[in-house]
């Protein structure tokens, strides 16, 4: 089996999840899709990139994305820096033909996707977009049940993804909380929820949306005694048309108090209902209208699945199906398709496309949020 070099450009909390799921590949999967050298670590200054290095136990560190995407020794390219960033590094990481693992969204905004979009023709690498919570056996097992034709037509959904980070008011100005960052719940959380309903549902026809600024400023981040202007939105409700004439609501919040990491999602079709919430990711509840009822309720009513850790081969069982599963776990599913299909040479899902499409989307939702006016996706 070949040994792929990695290259990964950031050194923050993803680039710890990213390697947690190379560390512990082995132990999940049997066999592995390939072995791997940990290469070359990219940070933003010498101490934090050496300090990144070490930790991560990556072989070089370096302060140059470039020593990442142009080098001809590296084979996989992990883009985990703030969202401003991905462009260039996604520019340069394609023209030298790395197989390509970016973490959401994939750029800042439409324009800059529509650069990624105008670069694929002449890419020849593999890409995968980072959005993990496909990858969690409860929204497997929905994703199967829907093409099964389980729910019919869906008439209706909602989903959400909610934080409370920014319900205090002197939490600093971060650059996931600024427009020049590519912050913003749309773009944070938005991308999440955006991408893993359009899994479910299909595609959108057209996005209504309203968003607001919760504290008009916040404490600069170098200086809290600084108070900065906020331009970046705290929460964000869209309402959502399918081509059929479904319709559903999708809230992206940082503004939630009480909540943790929750994203949840409800399908009212035909002939069944599904839902999730990821404070509870070892079941997937669904509804089949085709149960009999009775006099005092017969069989209808919500049967939870027990999904729990249960995923198919290659996966060696481990720690074991019915140990419950969490948020790393998905990660490392994520990562290891996207791994098999490098291995494979065959196109990875969700691709650099699905990147596009969604970043599409969360334009049409600021577009609407700006004019008071619903935006077609057609």
Same mark, same amino acid.
């Given at each position: 089996?070949?040994?792929?070099?990695?290259?990964?450009?950031?050194?923050?909390?993803?680039?710890?999840?990213?390697?947690?799921? #190379?560390?512990?590949?082995?132990?999940? #999967?049997?066999?592995?899709?390939?072995?791997?050298?940990?290469?070359?670590?990219?940070?933003?200054?010498?101490?934090?990139? &050496?300090?990144?290095?070490?930790?991560?136990?990556?072989?070089? /560190?370096?302060?140059?994305?470039?020593?990442?995407?142009?080098?001809?020794?590296?084979?996989?390219?992990?883009?985990?820096?703030?969202?401003?960033?991905?462009?260039?590094?996604?520019?340069?990481?394609?023209?030298?033909?790395?197989?390509? #693992?970016?973490?959401?969204?994939?750029?800042?905004?439409?324009?800059?996707? &529509?650069?990624?979009? +105008?670069?694929?023709?002449?890419?020849?690498?593999?890409?995968?977009?980072?959005?993990?919570?496909?990858?969690?056996?409860?929204?497997?097992?929905?994703? &199967?049940?829907?093409?099964?034709?389980?729910?019919?037509?869906?008439?209706?959904?909602?989903?959400?993804?909610?934080? +409370?980070?920014?319900?205090?008011?002197?939490?600093?100005?971060?650059?996931?909380? +600024?427009?020049?960052?590519?912050?913003?719940?749309?773009?944070?959380?938005?991308?999440?929820?955006?991408?893993? %309903?359009?899994?479910?549902?299909?595609?959108?026809?057209?996005?209504?949306?309203?968003?607001?600024?919760?504290?008009?400023?916040? !404490?600069?981040?170098?200086?809290?005694?600084?108070?900065?202007?906020?331009?970046?939105?705290?929460?964000?409700?869209?309402?959502?048309?399918?081509?059929?004439?479904?319709?559903?609501?999708?809230? /992206?919040?940082?503004?939630?108090?009480?909540?943790?990491?929750?994203?949840?999602?409800?399908?009212?079709? &035909?002939?069944?209902?599904?839902?999730?919430?990821?404070?509870?990711?070892?079941?997937?509840?669904?509804?089949?209208?085709?149960?009999?009822?009775? !006099?005092?309720?017969?069989?209808?009513?919500?049967?939870?699945?027990?999904?729990?850790?249960?995923?198919?081969?290659?996966?060696?069982?481990?720690?074991?199906?019915?140990?419950?599963?969490?948020?790393?776990?998905?990660? %490392?599913?994520?990562?290891?398709?996207?791994?098999?299909?490098?291995?494979?040479?065959?196109?990875?899902?969700?691709?650099?496309?699905?990147?596009?499409?969604?970043?599409?989307?969360?334009?049409? /939702?600021?577009?609407?949020?700006?004019?008071?006016?619903?935006?077609?996706?057609?």
């Amino acid at each position: 089996m070949k040994v792929v070099n990695v290259g990964l450009i950031g050194g923050g909390f993803m680039a710890r999840t990213d390697v947690h799921g #190379y560390i512990n590949l082995h132990l999940h #999967y049997e066999p592995v899709p390939v072995e791997f050298h940990l290469h070359t670590l990219c940070h933003r200054t010498p101490e934090k990139a &050496e300090h990144a290095r070490a930790l991560l136990g990556f072989e070089r /560190a370096s302060t140059d994305f470039r020593e990442v995407t142009e080098s001809p020794e590296i084979d996989l390219v992990h883009i985990c820096t703030p969202n401003h960033l991905h462009k260039e590094e996604l520019l340069s990481a394609m023209a030298h033909g790395k197989h390509i #693992y970016c973490h959401k969204p994939l750029v800042v905004n439409l324009a800059e996707a &529509e650069q990624i979009q +105008s670069a694929l023709p002449g890419y020849e690498g593999i890409a995968q977009m980072v959005f993990n919570y496909r990858f969690l056996p409860a929204t497997i097992r929905a994703r &199967e049940l829907i093409a099964e034709g389980f729910l019919g037509r869906v008439l209706s959904f909602r989903g959400a993804y909610l934080h +409370s980070g920014s319900v205090d008011p002197d939490a600093p100005l971060k650059w996931k909380r +600024s427009r020049a960052g590519g912050g913003g719940a749309i773009n944070d959380l938005g991308s999440h929820i955006l991408d893993l %309903m359009h899994m479910l549902v299909g595609d959108y026809e057209a996005i209504g949306c309203t968003t607001s600024i919760t504290f008009a400023d916040r !404490p600069a981040l170098d200086d809290p005694s600084r108070r900065v202007p906020v331009d970046a939105e705290d929460a964000a409700c869209m309402t959502v048309r399918l081509p059929d004439g479904g319709i559903g609501t999708l809230e /992206a919040s940082k503004i939630a108090t009480g909540t943790q990491d929750e994203l949840r999602f409800e399908l009212h079709g &035909e002939t069944g209902a599904i839902r999730f919430n990821l404070m509870y990711p070892n079941w997937l509840e669904v509804y089949d209208t085709r149960q009999p009822g009775g !006099p005092t309720g017969g069989r209808q009513g919500w049967q939870a699945i027990d999904t729990v850790q249960r995923y198919p081969t290659p996966a060696a069982g481990f720690p074991g199906p019915k140990c419950s599963i969490g948020w790393l776990r998905a990660h %490392m599913a994520c990562l290891h398709n996207f791994l098999a299909a490098a291995s494979r040479g065959e196109p990875a899902e969700p691709d650099l496309a699905q990147g596009i499409y969604i970043q599409r989307v969360m334009s049409a /939702a600021h577009q609407s949020a700006q004019s008071g006016h619903w935006v077609s996706l057609k």
